[in-house]
């Protein structure tokens, strides 16, 4: 039964979502439908890079990911499927595949052109993605929906800047809790850092310690009674970025580290060493 997740940043008000789903039922009667999320903010490539990056290797291999954020096809955007560490990825040439392609190299880019009648869709992710994806379930080759192309579009994320003393990264993404998450790893503060002390400075705020999980903060014995809600902290998520946060947060009504630190997207964070 062939796998195939959604990413896109339509929402789940209006039918789009559901129209994607239809055609994809219409032309793979058997397949099975994941959406990972719908959620990323309007055409926020960036955030759909960071959440395409984290999640498809959860997947069995050969699963489809249909990303369908900035999608419109123009000159100089093409749309893409591209193969890459044995998944499939359909998308528009806008630098979605980013922060996957520094680290993997795709094995095939294809610049779809089977679909010529199609370009002028509004909609293309429902009229020419949902075909494409048909037509990989169905076992057909990639060659034959279009041309290879050697190079993929580069999204321009700043990768941290490092001295000796020192690492200077940004906020690329702020999770469903207001968390910000940076570009800045763990390995990297390693590397760098040399087990010594520092400080992480992002706007007013300040850290010296880094935790390995969010519990960390909390003795055990205080666990029931809510002391430690509210404390801010730094530590390095699942995915082995550093993320600042605010322990227990509630983004909706008190506000998420992001509301409360004044961060944004983009916005910068530095780490200093001493000894």
């Known amino acids: ?44 490539i960036v955030e759909a890079a960071y959440i395409i990056r984290n999640v498809y290797a959860n997947f069995p291999k050969k699963t489809i990911h249909l990303i369908g954020v900035d999608a419109e096809f123009q000159p100089g955007k093409q749309h893409l499927v591209v193969f890459l560490d044995d998944h499939f990825f359909i998308c528009s040439d806008n630098g979605v595949l980013t922060l996957l392609t520094q680290e993997i190299a795709a094995e095939k880019t294809i610049a779809i052109t089977a679909f010529e009648e199609l370009k002028r869709s509004v909609f293309p992710v429902r009229d020419v993605f949902t075909q494409a994806a048909a037509h990989i379930a169905g076992g057909g080759s990639l060659e034959a929906m279009g041309q290879p192309i050697s190079e993929l579009r580069d999204l321009k994320i700043p990768n941290p800047v490092v001295g000796e003393d020192q690492i200077k990264g940004i906020i690329i993404y702020v999770d469903h809790f207001g968390n ?12 760098v850092g040399h087990a010594r002390k ?59 580290a992001a509301t409360l630190f004044g961060l944004q997207h983009r916005d910068s964070v530095g780490i200093r060493f001493f000894d």
Not at 25 to 40: F, G, Q, R, S
Not at 180 to 191: P, Q, S
Not at 213 to 237: F, M, Q, T, V, W
């Open 1 to 44: 039964m062939p796998i195939l997740t959604l990413l896109t940043d339509f929402g789940t008000k209006d039918h789009f979502v559901a129209a994607v789903k239809g055609r994809l039922i219409k032309a793979i009667p058997k397949i099975k439908l994941i959406d990972i999320t719908h959620e990323v903010a309007p055409f926020n």
């Open 180 to 191: 910000a998450v940076t570009n800045i790893t763990e390995k990297l503060v390693r590397e």
């Open 198 to 256: 520092f400080k992480i400075h992002a706007r007013s705020c300040t850290f010296d310690r880094i935790y390995s999980r969010y519990s960390d903060i909390e003795p055990i014995e205080n666990r029931s009674d809510g002391l430690s809600d509210g404390k801010k902290l730094a530590l390095y998520n699942s995915s082995g970025f550093l993320e600042l946060s605010i322990y227990r947060s509630d983004s909706a009504t008190v506000g998420g």
